[in-house]
Nanobody, 125 residues
């Protein structure tokens, strides 16, 4: 059974940093690309960042480019999203998701097979 478990969310002041993690089990992690998505209050879930299964390719939405970094440790079955210079508009529930792709990323939620339950990130002004 595949599981994705996010952790590391919390409350932070604007301009601060947080690192959220996604630990996977039940799959060959190096074969799976991972995406981070978020859903802000009253909004649809949206793409944030993604990394290919082998870690060789990454992608970020323009709203977080230069502030967020995604990395993958296949030995630990873990993907990290380092979030710096946080803004109140980054407040959302952050979800990780996995898709069977070792070399490519995707911004399309429908491409992802497995999803975590989410972790809340709140940025105060």
């Amino acid at each position: 059974q595949v599981q994705l478990i996010e952790s590391g969310g919390g409350l932070v002041q604007a301009g601060g940093s947080l690192r959220v993690s996604c630990v996977a089990s039940g799959l060959t992690f190096s074969w799976y690309g991972v995406g981070w998505f978020r859903r802000a209050p009253g909004k649809e879930r949206e793409f944030v960042s993604a990394i290919a299964g082998n870690g060789g390719s990454t992608d970020h939405d323009d709203s977080v480019k230069g502030r967020f970094a995604i990395s993958k440790d296949n030995a630990k079955n873990t993907v990290y999203l380092q979030m710096n210079s946080l803004k109140p508009e980054d407040t959302a529930v952050y979800f990780c998701a996995a898709r069977n792709s070792a070399y490519r990323t995707s911004r399309n939620q429908e491409d992802y097979l497995y999803w975590g339950q989410g972790t809340q990130v709140t940025v105060s002004s």
